[in-house]
């Protein structure tokens, strides 16, 4: 699974604001759905999942809602702070029976003081 | 506790040269591996994963081959690097799939 040939979408905020982030998935069959969250110049680092038998599970400052009737999952960080300015990617595993993930194209989030 | 290195952090090669990027993980045995390309401002494209010493599953047909002569050693490699290879390049690992990937904190790969 890949996410390539596209510039990434952009969302700016305001310090405080609270961001949205929407990924659509493309498998009915997926399981498992995990963001990251890319700093400049860093691997991917895990923020939130959640399984497909959930609807929303909240973190800190994280929001992760997941609709399996459209195959839609968001994220929500409240408070945003310049610290959250990232990439975020969000990924999706099957259930069973293979050994990757498949990841969305991602979205910049850029956050201005 | 796992952990995941990756080296070198940063690498500027000639065209032509041979690569040999490596990645290591610690605290785990028998971990898939993957490596993964990302080229400025984009997404993430799988290149490799491997479930096993020995065996590699190949994503994109190209100029680059990988190898995993150990079972916590997963190794990038190119006989003659070409400029469409620039890119930053991540090593991940997971033990279960339905868990996620950890990544590694990547080397960046300017073909010049």
Redesign the interface.
């Known amino acids: 699974?890949?996410?390539?040939?596209?510039?990434?979408p952009t969302l700016s905020v305001q310090e405080g604001d609270n961001s949205i982030i929407n990924c659509a998935y493309s498998n009915s069959a997926s399981?498992?759905f995990?963001w990251?969250k890319q700093e400049s110049?860093?691997?991917?680092?895990?923020i939130i999942?959640i399984r497909s038998n959930m609807d929303k599970r909240q973190g800190q400052r994280v929001t992760v809602l997941l609709n399996k009737t459209v195959k839609h999952l968001s994220l929500q960080i409240a408070a945003t702070q310049p610290g959250d300015s990232a990439v975020y990617?969000c990924?999706e595993?099957?259930?069973s029976g293979?050994?990757?993930?498949t990841?969305?194209?991602?979205t910049m989030l850029l956050v201005s003081p | 506790s796992q952990t995941i290195h990756q080296w070198p952090a940063t690498l500027v090669q000639p065209v032509g040269s041979p690569l040999s990027l490596e990645c290591t993980v610690e605290g785990t045995s028998n971990p898939n591996l993957y490596w993964y390309r990302q080229a400025a401002g984009r997404g993430l494209q799988l290149l490799f994963y491997s479930v096993g010493i020995g065996q590699i599953s190949s994503e994109v047909p190209q100029n680059l081959s990988a190898s995993r002569p150990q079972d916590r050693q997963f190794i990038l490699s190119s006989k003659k690097l070409l400029l469409s290879d620039s890119g930053f390049y991540l090593c991940a690992w997971s033990l279960n799939i339905n868990y996620g990937y950890t990544f590694g904190s990547g080397t960046r790969l300017t073909v010049v």
Do not use: C, N, R, W
Not at chain 1, 1 to 8: I, R
Not at chain 1, 41 to 46: E, I, S
């Open positions: 699974g890949e996410s390539v040939g596209l510039h990434l399981d498992y995990i990251y110049g860093k691997g991917p680092q895990f999942d990617f990924a595993g099957p259930s293979y050994s990757t993930l990841f969305g194209k991602g």
